[in-house]
T-cell receptor
Framework: RKEVEQDPGPFNVPEGATVAFNCTYSNSASQSFFWYRQDCRKEPKLLMS???SGNEDGRFTAQLNRASQYISLLIRDSKLSDSATYLC???????????FGKGTTLSVSS | GAGVSQTPSNKVTEKGKYVELRCDPI?????LYWYRQSLGQGPEFLIYFQGTGAADDSGLPNDRFFAVRPEGSVSTLKIQRTERGDSAVYLC????????????FGEGSRLTVL
């Protein structure tokens, strides 16, 4: 089931750049949305939840557009340490198991 | 340790063999999830448990895959008659309760079927 779609990238940006990732989801009944980060050969970790009103955590801003079923993640002033795969995550129809997108790979270079 | 523990970290087996992968969740976490991840893909949901019961096993690809959590803590994912296409990293995650967005993942068990 292709419930969560992301552009796989890779996105190659210099340090200090602003980069945005987008994600679309198919189930209009989805209630919860998240961005996870996964470093190479490591396990995924929660980066931030995505709220209807949009939310910010330092250099990271997440937005949700329910009408378009679209989620975004904006990273400002990119750091080398931001290099990772960013996974868009949505709860499924039962509101329980989380469904992950394929991820978008970001590479920040000096 | 305080995190999710998975064993073995690596397993190489031959086609047709039986494999068991174990997950020890964070103490007190009632929800436990199994995902598998192939190269270049996101984690693919397999099954989750709330306590001892499998609340949703809709992601299990076929009847060769089975998982248990008999005492509501440790879980075992069992794969019978392994096939080359089963090769992947099997990730276990736990959360305090079902429905919370923060899943705590283990480092995974990398399965290679020759």
């Amino acid at each position: 089931r292709k419930e969560v779609e992301q552009d796989p990238g890779p996105f190659n940006v210099p340090e200090g750049a602003t980069v945005a990732f987008n994600c679309t989801y198919s189930n209009s009944a989805s209630q919860s949305f998240f961005w996870y980060r996964q470093d190479c050969r490591k396990e995924p970790k929660l980066l931030m939840s995505v709220y209807s009103s949009g939310n910010e955590d330092g250099r990271f801003t997440a937005q949700l557009n329910r009408a378009s079923q679209y989620i975004s993640l904006l990273i400002r002033d990119s750091k080398l340490s931001d290099s990772a795969t960013y996974l868009c995550v949505v709860n499924d129809q039962a509101g329980t198991a989380l469904i992950f997108g394929k991820g978008t790979t970001l590479s920040v270079s000096s | 340790g305080a995190g999710v523990s998975q064993t073995p970290s690596n397993k190489v087996t031959e086609k047709g063999k039986y494999v068991e992968l174990r997950c020890d969740p964070i103490s007190g976490h009632t929800a436990l999830y199994w995902y598998r991840q192939s190269l270049g893909q996101g984690p693919e949901f397999l099954i989750y448990f709330q306590g001892t019961g499998a609340a949703d096993d809709s992601g299990l690809p076929n009847d060769r895959f089975f998982a248990v959590r008999p005492e509501g803590s440790v879980s075992t994912l069992k794969i019978q008659r392994t096939e080359r296409g089963d090769s992947a990293v099997y990730l276990c995650a736990s959360s305090l309760t079902v429905g919370t967005g923060e899943l705590f993942f283990g480092e995974g068990s990398r399965l290679t079927v020759l």
